[in-house]
């Protein structure tokens, strides 16, 4: 079956503009992450979406940083007024639960100019 | 505070084993993942231990201890493909995970 995926697989864009980025969750996952990844960092946990709970938002970096989950399937990750420290790959898992093995997306590749 | 400590590099040669140490402190522990990732690639999933002792899944390995907070990840007849990054990751309570930096491994023919 298809697999997570996330678009756009690459996103330009100016200091101070919003962007949405897009995670298709393997159907019938019930849990759905966002992590990011800089250059030569490691995974950075940014929220965690399972069922109808309120997510944890715990690792978002900044309150321009916030995200959604519809319906408890597509979810998108909104930065505000993007900063040049944005810059990264973003990367969206699900897992059918908690506990389960998490799948990860390709990720998109924010660059901020 | 959450600490994941792993080698940054490593290299090998083709057809040897290869041991990629991790070592954790987290607040807390409900298991240990280890992932691999390709450049420019998606992690995907190799292991997870929540009890001490070793998992074998063919060519690789997975160990715990967690009274010593130590893990290692067995790579054995290396391949070229197995040229990548592992990644540790710890789920210390709730479900999101903690991920080292990264093991940067490089087999030569």
């Known amino acids: 079956g298809a697999g997570v995926s996330q678009s756009p697989s690459n996103k330009v864009t100016e200091k101070g503009k919003d962007v949405e980025l897009r995670c298709d969750p393997i159907s019938g996952h019930t849990a759905l992450y966002w992590y990011r990844q800089s250059l030569g960092q490691g995974l950075e946990f940014l929220i965690y979406f399972q069922g109808n709970s309120a997510p944890d938002k715990s690792g978002l970096p900044s309150d321009r940083f916030s995200a959604e989950r519809t319906g408890g399937s597509v979810s998108t990750l909104t930065i505000q007024r993007t900063q040049q420290e944005d810059s990264a790959v973003y990367l969206c898992?699900?897992?059918?639960?908690?506990?389960?093995?998490?799948?990860f997306g390709p990720g998109t590749r924010l660059t901020v100019t | 505070g959450q600490n994941i400590d792993q080698p940054t590099e490593m290299t090998a040669t083709e057809g040897a084993i290869v041991q990629i140490n991790c070592t954790y402190q987290t607040s807390g522990f409900n298991g240990l993942f280890w992932y691999q990732q390709h450049a420019g690639e998606a992690p995907t999933f190799l292991s997870y231990?929540?009890?001490?002792g070793l998992e074998e899944k063919g060519r690789f390995s997975s160990f715990l201890s967690r009274s010593k907070g130590y893990s290692y990840l067995l790579l054995k007849e290396l391949q070229m493909k197995d040229s990548a990054s592992y990644l540790c990751?710890?789920?210390?309570?709730?479900?999101?995970?903690?991920f080292g930096t990264g093991t940067r491994l490089q087999v030569f023919p």
């Open positions: 231990n929540v009890l001490d």
């Open positions: 898992a699900s897992s059918s639960g908690p506990g389960y093995e998490q799948y």
């Open positions: 990751a710890v789920r210390p309570r709730t479900d999101k995970l903690i």
